[in-house]
């Protein structure tokens, strides 16, 4: 089974630039997330999806960050523009359900892609 | 949601049973304990979750107390390929997973 793939590995913009962000989930996963990951911190989650509808997006920077999922499938998350505090590693992943109760989805994490705004 | 607390670090011979604790005094019924774990410059990996009951699995085991305020994660025998940070996660009322800063587990040869 194939995994969560994720592009570009490593970006480095200056700040103001914009920048974007792939995400293809696992075939048939229909929960998406986007995470931001600082160094030395925990994941933070950014948006959920679920298909091709936003899910929880509390936590999302909406003055310079959007992200989308069309037709359910691959998402893109974009960065405009960036700051310094931005740089981070952007981790993308799925997992197969969502209404099936807290035990229920485990979630499978692409490699990331990390970002260095300077 | 409930917060949990782990050690920044701990350490394990190659070979033995590495045991890694988690408090989370203000978990709530209906709430799981979930553990993942992040090899470096990887992204996050699954290991196993729980909600009462003792869990089993290829990876590791479950262990968590009757009161469910912590939890142990066991590796029965650890290998330098387990050298990573493990998160313990609880699984929050709106079933975001909210993630602390884990613990760092050197297996050392």
């Known amino acids: 089974e194939a995994g969560v793939a994720q592009s570009p590995r490593y970006k480095i913009i200056e700040k103001r630039q914009s920048v974007a962000f792939w995400c293809n989930p696992i075939?048939?996963?229909?929960?998406l997330y986007w995470y931001q990951q600082i160094l030395g911190q925990g994941p933070k989650l950014l948006i959920q999806?679920?298909?091709?509808?936003?899910?929880?997006d509390s936590q999302l920077p909406k003055d310079r960050f959007s992200a989308e999922r069309l037709k359910g499938v691959d998402s893109t998350l974009k960065i405009q523009p960036a700051k310094l505090e931005d740089s981070a590693v952007y981790l993308c992943?799925?997992?197969?359900?969502?209404?099936?109760?807290?035990?229920?989805?485990?979630?499978?994490f692409g490699q990331g892609t990390r970002l260095t705004v300077v | 949601d409930a917060k949990t607390t782990q050690p920044p670090s701990m350490d394990c011979a190659e070979g033995r049973a590495a045991n890694l604790p988690c408090n989370h005094s203000?978990?709530?019924?209906?709430?799981?304990v979930y553990w993942y774990r992040q090899i470096h410059s990887q992204g996050p990996q699954y290991i196993i979750h729980?909600?009462?009951?003792?869990e089993t699995n290829e990876m590791a085991s479950l262990i968590i107390t009757e009161d469910r305020k912590s939890s142990t994660l066991i590796l029965p025998h650890a290998t330098l390929r387990d050298t990573a940070v493990y998160y313990c996660?609880?699984?929050?009322?709106?079933?975001?997973?909210?993630w602390g800063l884990g613990t760092s587990l050197a297996v050392n040869p």
């Open positions: 729980g909600l009462k009951n003792n």
């Open positions: 203000t978990i709530s019924g209906n709430e799981y």
């Open positions: 996660i609880v699984r929050g009322y709106n079933r975001k997973l909210i």
């Open positions: 999806f679920q298909n091709n509808g936003v899910v929880d």
């Open positions: 075939s048939g996963h229909a929960t």
């Open positions: 992943a799925s997992s197969p359900a969502f209404d099936r109760g807290p035990g229920a989805t485990e979630a499978f």
